[in-house]
């Protein structure tokens, strides 16, 4: 049966119910309202003309004129008379009352009329208890009737309470529960309802979802496992360690290089957090920490790993892969893990070092020719040695500028080569800004004054003696000021400021030439790196060798600049 139907039955069932009690109660409520005015039309009223009449009686005996009110009432028991015998004692008092008029008087009329008045009192007391007998009746029956109806309407409403709600709700109920097991991925859930209702039609419409949905399930799920299997078996071929990790650092797969190189087994690492695995794990511990470190700090450039692998020292550099998604039907992404992968670099670090040797080892061969040259210089221009023309000069001077760049040249290799090989002497002492200053401005005085360049100085009075090495320290600055000299204009200014910023002394070099783009003030202290369109006049290493020097004193090194405004390098070095 329909639902439809059913509801339809159910009201009209309780319409027809309360309908039944209605006539129930309005037939017997009539009954007995019938009964009860009988007993008041018929009976009460002569009841009371029969008292009116008494009372008259007793005023004519006592000599008063009573006999018009006994005459009235009396026509009006006479229009109500009811019982069996009433009318024949009525009629007896309709004598009796001619006789009185004609002697009122007559005692013997008194007592008789008064009998007769008494007789039909009783008749209509004898009325009103039977028909009070019969009200009773009436209203027990009433009673019964309401009841029985009651009964069965309470009946039929509380099979309807039960079975109604029961009927809809749960089918509704099982409906809900099976749509909550298909959202959990529980695509073998079915509804079994037999109903040829609409809830049966529901039934077959979701089961026949449900179906499709397992089987699109089932087709992707085993696409997506073969997939997975491609996938891992891709990563365990790689010849470079990967690691992958989900959003909560929970470790989902390690490829074969990454356990070797590790020293983990699979079941030690995979399915477990990485912070507990790293507490006994060196190099997890290093990827771990990299990897918090990638998260709050952007752009972030780890330095390359050195380790221990294939019975010889390896070198790694980590690329840490953060992974997000944008869920369906939501706007903003979502991370839901990293992957860690080594690149061996080991290779290159290899023919890295083989290079700052044979830098070192050339550079150090071409000091002594060099040198010789210089001092064959030296002995063209004492003027012992021989007169030389103006044209003989010319090439003396073009020679002793090609010397000094190629010793400059050299001295920066060597430099370099120590940057690289980690073989940095410094002799860290108490140094005087003043002296470095001195230092640094006097060795490029003849520069500046070649090119008609001003130098200003502002330092402050009183500064404090500064933790560092004078040589290297002075070097950098005299580095500051060599690019400051090449890059602006003649007779343009050079400003240099020595001051102190918070717990250290800052030494800066402002220039006014054309300044340096945005997008290469990151690179600008790279090796071998030089602004694109600026003149190729040196090895693009002073600025890297610079900034190793500081940071290898503690100290801070950095570039403000902006085209057309020029450029302020600058670095701290912390107050002894």
């Known amino acids: 049966m329909k639902i439809k139907t ?17 006539a129930v109660g309005v037939r ?41 009110d006994f005459e009235k009432n009396l026509e009006l028991q006479k229009k ?17 009352s001619a006789q009185l008029k004609a002697n009122p008087q007559d005692v013997n009329l008194h007592l008789l009329m008064r009998k007769d008045i008494s007789r039909i009192m009783e008749l209509n007391m004898a009325a009103i208890q039977r028909k009070s007998d019969v009200a009773k009746n009436t209203a027990e029956t009433a009673n019964k009737w309401i009841v029985i109806t009651s009964t069965l309407c309470f009946l039929l ?37 037999r109903g040829k209702n609409e809830f049966g039609e529901l039934a077959n419409s979701f089961n026949t979802m449900a179906e499709k949905l397992e089987e699109y399930n089932s087709s992707n799920l085993s696409r997506i496992l073969v997939e997975k299997m491609r996938i891992e078996t891709l990563i365990n071929n790689m010849h470079e360690p990967v690691i992958g990790l989900d959003e909560n650092k929970i470790v989902l797969f390690i490829n074969n290089e990454a356990l070797k190189i590790s020293g983990l087994r699979p079941d030690e690492i995979i399915g477990k ?33 050195k380790i221990y692998a ?15 998604i944008t869920p369906t039907g939501e706007r903003e992404k979502r991370l839901i893990g990293h992957v860690i992968i080594l690149k061996n670099i080991t290779p290159f670090k290899e023919l890295d070092f083989a290079k700052t040797n044979f830098i070192a080892t050339v550079s150090h061969e071409l000091k002594t020719p060099i040198s010789s040259i210089k001092m064959s210089l030296l002995l063209l ?30 001295g920066e290799l060597l430099n370099m080569s120590q940057v690289e090989t980690g073989n940095i002497q410094l002799n860290i002492q108490q140094a005087r800004p003043e002296q470095i200053l001195e230092y640094a401005q006097e060795a490029v005085r003849v520069q500046a004054e070649q090119k008609q360049i001003a130098i200003v100085v502002d330092m402050e009075e009183n500064l404090p003696d500064v933790k560092a090495d004078t040589e290297k320290t002075a070097w950098v600055l005299i580095n500051f000021l060599t690019n400051a000299i090449r890059y602006s204009q003649p007779e343009g200014q050079i400003h240099i400021a020595i001051k102190q910023h918070e717990n250290a002394i800052q030494f800066s070099v402002k220039d006014d030439g054309k300044g340096i783009d945005s997008r290469y003030r990151a690179k600008i202290f790279n090796r071998y790196f030089q602004v694109p369109g600026s003149a190729k006049s040196g090895t693009g290493l002073g600025l890297a060798i610079s900034k190793e020097f500081i940071e290898a004193q503690g100290g801070h090194i950095g570039v403000n600049s902006e085209i057309g405004m020029g450029s302020t390098f600058f670095f701290e070095l912390a107050k002894s």
């Open 6 to 22: 059913k509801l339809r039955l159910g009201i009209g069932l309780l319409f027809l119910m309360i309908l039944l009690l209605s």
């Open 28 to 68: 017997n409520i009539s009954a007995l309202k019938n009964d009860t005015r009988n007993i008041l039309t018929d009976n009460y009223n002569t009841l009371e003309y029969a008292n009116k009449m008494i009372a008259a009686l007793d005023a004519m005996q006592q000599k008063n004129n009573g006999f018009p």
């Open 80 to 96: 109500n008379v009811t019982e069996p015998g009433e009318g024949q004692a009525t009629g007896q008092i309709s004598i009796r």
């Open 157 to 193: 409403g509380m099979t309807l309470l039960i079975n109604l709600p029961g009927n809809i709700a749960n089918p509704v109920k099982e409906l809900t529960n099976s749509i909550r097991e298909i959202a959990a991925k529980n695509y073998s859930q079915r509804v079994y309802y």
């Open 273 to 305: 957090s990485a912070q507990d695995a790293a507490l006994n794990n060196d190099l997890l511990r290093s990827l771990v920490n990299d990897l918090t470190q990638t998260e709050k700090v952007e752009n972030l450039q780890p330095s390359p790993l």
């Open 310 to 324: 294939d019975n010889k020292e390896s070198y790694f550099e980590k690329e840490i892969v953060s992974i997000s």
């Open 381 to 410: 221009e004492n003027q012992n040695t021989g007169h030389v023309n103006a044209e003989q000069q010319q090439l003396i001077e073009s020679i002793k500028e090609d010397s000094d760049r190629l010793l400059k040249i050299t």
